[in-house]
Nanobody, 126 residues
Framework: EVDLVESGGGLVQAGGSLRVSCTAS????????IGWFRQAPGKGREGVSSISPGGSTISYADSVQGRFTISRDNAQNTVFLQMNSLEPEDTAVYYC???????????????????WGQGTQVTVAS
């Protein structure tokens, strides 16, 4: 069973920073491509960033490029998303997702992932 758990969300002022984390107790994240997605009220789920199992291939959505950084610590079985220069438009529920067989294409497409966490709320106040 894949049990992804996100944490680290919260309320922050525009221009501030947050780091959200994705971990699992029954699954080795280092074996999977991990994606971060977000969903704002009334909108579809949007790909934010992804990282390959070895960490060598990373992708970002244009909307977060240069502001967000994804990383993984396989010893801690955790994937992080450092979010800087946050904007009110970044307000959403942030989800991590995992897939064991995903290659380098389509890593920001939600339908490509098999396993999902429950999400953590990030709210950016203007």
């Amino acid at each position: 069973e894949v049990d992804l758990v996100e944490s680290g969300g919260g309320l922050v002022q525009a221009g501030g920073s947050l780091r959200v984390s994705c971990t699992a107790s029954e699954f080795t994240l280092g074996e999977a491509t991990i994606g971060w997605f977000r969903q704002a009220p009334g909108k579809g789920r949007e790909g934010v960033s992804s990282i390959s199992p070895g960490g060598s291939t990373i992708s970002y959505a244009d909307s977060v490029q240069g502001r967000f950084t994804i990383s993984r610590d396989n010893a801690q079985n955790t994937v992080f998303l450092q979010m800087n220069s946050l904007e009110p438009e970044d307000t959403a529920v942030y989800y991590c997702a995992a897939d064991l067989f995903l290659g380098s294409d389509g890593t920001l497409i939600p339908e490509m992932y098999d396993y999902w966490g429950q999400g953590t709320q990030v709210t950016v106040a203007s």
